[in-house]
């Protein structure tokens, strides 16, 4: 009886630190006493509790390496006591902090085991949240289908049970799935929907209408409304200052900013701007900082003050990482060069003009390279070069890939078309002779006794009965080879089609003068135009790889020169992708090879690249050459994420993509690997692929060197 005072203050202490932590304004000081709490005496289902609230309080708050350290103590936890539903806990918290943390295919792995173990568990509100969590990671990791389908379901589960905070904010975040693909009209609609049902509460929550509102922001403001894309940015901004998100009430800032500019409100830009920086500053976002010093640049650049936005502009790029930020650097540069022309138009010209001339430079820096040549001429007067620099890429391009993949397009159209009359052909004849040999054998039974007729029926019962089962496998393999045809058709009519459409409204707009912003619509213009020159690229070698018009040009050449050149050349661009990149090269010094240097450079590059685009970072690509037993090995391995053995044994299929919507999204158009395998062939050589020990794929290419 003594006890039970000092066990009711426990007990009383647990439940205040549970409130406490779930209160935004008490959490730093139910924080402070968490070890207290833990020093009581509480059931296992209350530690693990503990254990589990603190690690979400941490992730929401962005404190990521406190939450994880919470989150291994959690895990420990889970290893002492048996807690099934703290495991599927454990399961949804630790792939939000992966996916908080841009670790997408870890998040997915996590988040899947989530779903699986709250759907056994009937834990329906959190299964919400795993679905939605999954979509997040889903659609950050380039698989839009995969993302739209876990959304749905999360709506469907939250209206089921009637969720109504869950369903609104799955909603506005597949309406920011549909504005991703281009397609506000739906993502507004979903919108709408939304705000209708957070309006329909009783007790408005402020966080989920600050987030809606900023999604229709951004839907407005992809069709050019920028009124209205204000006005639901500043509803936005409400709404995050009502739930005390200060960071995120700064990123809506730039955008409003962003839209005042537009509107011509410039003096109520910079206010937005300048805002935007304090926050930043205090919360000490160096990147965002910077972000916002180049808007203000851009605007002193827009209302003609060039002094002072040269001041924001140089504050700026101290501030942004060239390399973890590529772009933003990329695009503060333009505006720096647009500032700081026509005083140094020179140093402008000769170093971008070294840009445009190398090879190796890739698109986008081109791109930027263009934009300020133009600039650079029509400072100095001399408007035929900048024209020149301004459309030479683009027209040239664009008339070239147009004649192209009309040709192409026709080309497989009426291919497929000659397939499918052969089919319907071969289906036909099939069926007549079929007929024909049931007519002889009833003939046969006619003319024959009792006997005869069993023998002589069973015979060609079984002859018939082998010859359709024949004709049947002969028509499975038609029908495969004609769905591979329409495969091929559909794959290419997409990239090609979709990519000209855009084109051809870009052009149009900017023929007209309908473009608020010509630059973006060049840098469209130019992702498109490479797109579809790597992917006509690819059908042409392939197609040259078939018909046998595909020649080496062998050549006599030291081996580790060659390879080590090889290697250097992907070194650049594997670590500029932020990966790590490590290679070991044990050639003799005398060994001389026959090789096409350009294929085989080819064949790197591709693998090298292929790498990048399926590797998480922080990751590592690895490459090893040896020589041995007359041959030469080289071995390209890259860490997580891998393949499962079913797609392993289909990487070098013609247009195979283990992920189609995050292959498109990065270029991808599954001819790679199977080109590197007709390259290697052509040397005499042999490609292999199987899991690597980095975590995630290993490539083999042996070369003869006889």
């Given at each position: ?37 833990l020093e009581s005496t509480l059931a296992p289902e209350e530690i693990a509790e503990v254990h589990h609230k603190v690690t979400v309080a941490l992730k929401n708050d962005f404190k ?498 060659a390879f080590i050149g090889f290697v250097e050349d992907i070194d650049d661009f594997v670590t500029d992708e932020g990966l790590e990149f490590n290679a070991n090269i044990e050639l003799p010094d005398d060994l001389e090879i026959d090789i096409d240097v350009t294929r085989l450079a080819q ?104």
């Open positions: 009886m003594l006890l039970a005072p000092f066990s009711q203050a426990n007990e009383r202490l647990y439940e205040v630190f549970i409130k406490e932590l779930q209160q935004k304004e008490t959490r730093e000081q139910a924080l402070q006493k968490v070890d207290l709490v990521l390496e406190d939450a994880h350290r919470w989150a291994e103590r959690f895990k420990q936890i889970l290893l002492t006591y048996h807690l099934p539903q703290y495991e599927a806990k454990y399961s949804l918290t630790y792939g939000d902090l992966m996916l908080k943390e841009g670790k997408f295919s870890d998040a997915i792995s996590y988040l899947d085991l989530a779903v699986s173990q709250l759907s056994a568990l009937n834990m329906h509100r959190l299964l919400c949240h795993a679905y939605r969590f999954r979509a997040g990671a889903y659609k950050n990791n380039g698989s839009y289908k995969n993302a739209i389908e876990s959304y749905e379901l999360s709506i469907e589960v939250a209206k089921k049970y009637e969720f109504a905070d869950l369903q609104a904010s799955s909603i506005t975040q597949l309406a920011d799935v549909y504005s991703d693909l281009s397609l506000p009209d739906k993502a507004l609609k979903l919108l709408q929907q939304s705000i209708a049902v957070l309006k329909s509460q009783q007790h408005q929550n402020t966080s989920l209408l600050a987030q809606v509102y900023y999604n229709l922001g951004g839907a407005h403001q992809v069709i050019g409304d920028h009124e209205k894309s204000l006005q639901a940015y500043q509803t936005a901004y409400n709404y995050d200052l009502e739930s005390g998100a200060v960071v995120y009430s700064a990123y809506t800032l730039i955008r409003i900013g962003r839209e005042q500019i537009k509107l011509k409100r410039f003096d109520e830009a910079q206010a937005s701007f300048e805002k935007a920086y304090e926050i930043f500053e205090s919360h000490k976002h160096t990147r965002n900082q910077g972000w916002a010093k180049s808007n203000l640049a851009e605007l002193k650049l827009k209302e003609g003050n060039k002094t002072k936005a040269k001041v924001f502009v140089e504050q700026a790029l101290e501030l942004i990482d060239p390399i973890q930020s590529k772009v933003l650097y990329q695009e503060t540069m333009t505006t720096y060069a647009q500032i700081v022309l026509p005083e140094r138009a020179e140093f402008f010209i000769e170093s971008m003009k070294q840009i445009v001339a190398e090879e190796e430079a890739y698109l986008g820096l081109k791109e930027t390279a263009l934009r300020v040549l133009k600039d650079a001429y029509s400072a100095q007067g001399d408007f035929e070069s900048a024209l020149n620099y301004q459309l030479q890429y683009t027209e040239s391009k664009i008339s070239q890939l147009e004649k192209e993949a009309s040709q192409k397009a026709l080309a497989y159209q009426l291919d497929t078309e000659y397939q499918k009359n052969q089919f319907e052909l071969q289906s036909l004849k099939t069926q007549r002779e079929v007929e024909l040999a049931e007519q002889r054998i009833q003939q046969i039974v006619t003319a024959a006794g009792v006997g005869v007729l069993i023998i002589f029926l069973s015979a060609f019962l079984l002859l018939a009965r082998n010859k359709r089962r024949a004709l049947e496998l002969e028509k499975q393999l038609l029908n495969k080879a004609l769905d591979l045809k329409q495969q091929l058709l559909a794959d290419i009519s997409h990239e090609l089609r979709t990519p000209l459409t855009v084109l051809k409204l870009h052009i149009e707009s900017l023929e007209h003068n309908l473009v608020e912003n010509p630059k973006q619509s060049y840098k469209v213009l130019n992702r498109r135009l490479d797109t579809l020159n790597t992917l006509i690229k690819d059908i042409y070698e392939l197609a040259q790889a078939d018909t046998g018009s595909l020649n080496l040009a062998l050549e006599r050449a030291n081996a580790k020169q064949v790197f590059n591709n693998l090298a690249r292929n790498s990048v685009n399926y590797t998480d970072k922080p990751g590592e690509v690895s490459v090893d050459i040896g020589y041995r037993n007359q041959q030469l090995y080289c071995v390209i391995e890259d860490s997580s994420p891998g393949v499962d053995d079913e797609a392993l044994g289909r990487l070098f299929e013609r247009l195979f993509r283990c992920d189609k919507s995050r292959s498109r999204d990065l270029g991808g158009s599954g001819l790679g690997l199977s080109i590197c395998q007709k390259l290697v062939d052509l040397h005499g050589g042999n490609i292999t692929v199987a899991h690597s020990e980095l975590g995630g794929l290993k490539v083999s290419v042996i070369i003869p060197c006889e």
